[in-house]
């Protein structure tokens, strides 16, 4: 049995005869933004998905949340009602009061690619990709964001969210977080610290540079490019945005937000509302 | 769970069980509730626990477990990692010697935590229809994922038959720990009226009942030197923000 077995293990993968067929074999098993595109299909359907330009996907932990469940991979983890989580107790662990439902499911998560890594020499992922729903509530988003960051061990990921591009295909967008306690910035760094906190249709727009002394409110996201391009102008070394959605703002109110601006500030920057300090 | 020195007396009786002595009769009298797998199960704990170096015998035919096992990651594993590993587990798996070296390199990864884990055998279940049912997991989900391809239907048939031939007849038994690693399930087969343990995870995919540890449970194991993880550190760049933010200050 063991040589049958092995007869068509070695037909899968390198029969010296056939290599047209083992490079096609090869390939297929390259293909992640397959494995993506299949489950995305499934799980909320690609048309769902916000719309941004993004960067080409690359192999990671792959995340959907729909209106009632949020999966890891292919797995249902938590149950969602319309995009919220019922209940929200903070894990004690997590630094910026994630819901201990989203934490505890990505440390599981973390713990069985560890035991991977150790049975079958590959590495613990060092990206997560979240495809959310674009009605999503944006700060269920970021709560998974932070649970994923918090909960892995050693360091924080790389993060992005899948989005649709008008070219076609899956995207990624990648984008940072504001650490969970906050940032004190070092007097004289020169930080520019540009913040737009996103309410149901107002764009407020802050910073923590002293000279910067106004705050600014816009209403269309037209608006909020041309105030964009006028920073951009008296800052033109900057590259990056933090945005901060209220709690009724959408994945997708954020990216059509975001996609205006994304040439001035490429640089995507998510906070939760947590404080930015000068000493 | 039994008292820490009927333990150890346990153990050390079982050890010498193994190894041909017949000193066992405190051990038979103190097990002899449960089935002959789980007595198995809890002296190759027992064997771990004493250090002995012949916990895995060199004739054991692992190959089974690790067709079962591979067909468990299939079916519930990380895809990403599948799409980066499977072609080559697949050909270490058809080399006995690897597969046998794997088998003792686990036991090993947690030899020193389940040497303090206070483990015993709690629960089985016959193997074979365990392994029809992680076969049908594990084709569904290759095909819904756009995994299954090329001769994958050969090499699915190939690794049933091999779990069936090497572990039938055999259990899979549960083993509850007061300590990390918290759980471990071990494979046993029978020959000749003997049971041995051929086979060892300290997880098993949720659709074979695994089920979710509790948060302090997974820190602890996050945190074990089995994984390697305690002692790993995040690398920080001059001139970066921060380590949540990795890149350059003035562009920030």
């Known amino acids: 049995m063991l ?26 098993l390259q293909g992640f933004s397959t494995v993506l595109l299949n489950h995305v299909s499934k799980a909320l359907g690609t048309d769902n998905l916000p719309n941004a330009v993004g960067l080409p996907v690359e192999p990671g932990v792959f995340v ?64 997560v990709l979240i495809a ?27 993060m992005h969210l899948v989005v649709s591009s008008s070219r ?16 004190e910035l070092r007097q004289g760094s020169a930080a520019l610290g540009l913040t737009v906190k996103v309410s149901q249709g107002t764009y407020t727009v802050t910073a923590t540079d002293p000279q910067f002394v106004r705050e600014h409110r816009v209403r269309t996201p037209a608006e909020l490019r041309r105030l964009l391009a006028e920073i951009k102008r008296r800052y033109p070394g900057k590259e990056t945005v933090i945005i901060e959605p209220d709690q009724n703002t959408t994945v997708g109110d954020v990216m059509r937000g975001f996609v205006g601006i994304q040439s001035l500030f490429p640089r995507l920057v998510f906070s939760v509302g947590q404080p930015l300090r000068t000493p | 769970m039994l008292p820490v020195v009927l333990r150890s007396v346990a153990a050390l009786a079982l050890v010498g069980a193994a190894s041909g002595c017949q000193h066992g009769t405190v051990t038979a009298n103190l097990q002899n509730d449960l089935a002959p797998a ?54 270490l798996h058809g080399d006995p010697t690897f597969v046998q070296r794997r088998f003792v390199a686990e036991v090993e990864r947690y030899a020193a ?9 709690t629960d089985l279940q016959p193997i074979d229809p365990l392994i029809d049912q992680v076969a049908v997991v594990a084709n569904e989900r290759m095909v819904r994922l756009g995994l299954w391809q090329g001769d994958m239907t050969h090499v699915m048939e190939g690794l049933v038959d091999e779990a069936h031939e090497s572990l039938g007849g055999g259990f899979l038994v549960r083993l509850d720990c007061a300590h990390n690693p918290h759980h471990v399930w071990v494979a046993t087969r029978e020959e000749d009226g003997h049971h041995s343990v051929v086979g060892l995870t300290t997880l098993l995919p949720h659709f074979l009942g695994g089920d979710r540890a509790s948060r302090d449970d997974i820190s602890d194991r996050l945190q074990s ?4 993880l305690a002692s790993a550190q995040a690398t920080l760049v001059s001139g970066d923000v921060d380590p949540w933010l990795p890149f350059p200050i003035e562009e920030f």
Not at chain 1, 132 to 154: D, G, I
Not at chain 2, 63 to 85: E, V
Not at chain 2, 113 to 121: F, K, Q, T
């Open chain 1, 64 to 127: 959907t949340v729909t209106a009632d469940r949020v999966q890891i991979f292919d797995q249902d983890v938590v149950e969602l009602s319309q995009g919220r989580l019922a209940d929200t107790t903070a894990a004690d662990e997590c630094r910026s009061a994630c819901p201990a439902a989203f934490f505890d499911a990505f440390q599981q998560s973390w713990l069985e690619a560890a035991i991977e890594s150790t049975v079958h020499a590959v590495e613990i992922p060092q990206r």
């Open chain 2, 113 to 121: 935590p389940i040497r303090g884990a206070e483990c015993d055998a």
């Open chain 2, 225 to 228: 030197r089995s994984l390697g």
């Open chain 2, 38 to 91: 789980q007595r198995a199960a809890n002296s190759f704990v027992h064997c771990i626990e004493m250090n002995t170096s012949h916990c895995v015998q060199s004739q054991d035919n692992v190959g089974g477990w690790d067709a079962f096992y591979i067909m468990g990651w299939l079916g519930g594993g990380s895809p990403t990692s599948i799409l980066a590993a499977l072609p080559n587990e697949l050909a």
């Open chain 1, 3 to 28: 040589s049958l077995l092995t007869a068509a293990i070695f037909s899968l993968l390198a029969p010296e005869a056939d290599a047209g067929v083992t490079q096609q074999q090869f390939e297929r």
């Open chain 1, 132 to 158: 959310a729903h674009s009605e999503t509530p944006a700060q269920t988003m970021l709560a998974l964001a932070y649970a994923a960051a918090e909960s892995r061990p050693v360091s924080p990921p790389s």
């Open chain 1, 168 to 183: 076609g295909g899956l995207r990624a967008q990648p984008f940072f977080l504001v650490p969970p306690q906050g940032l």
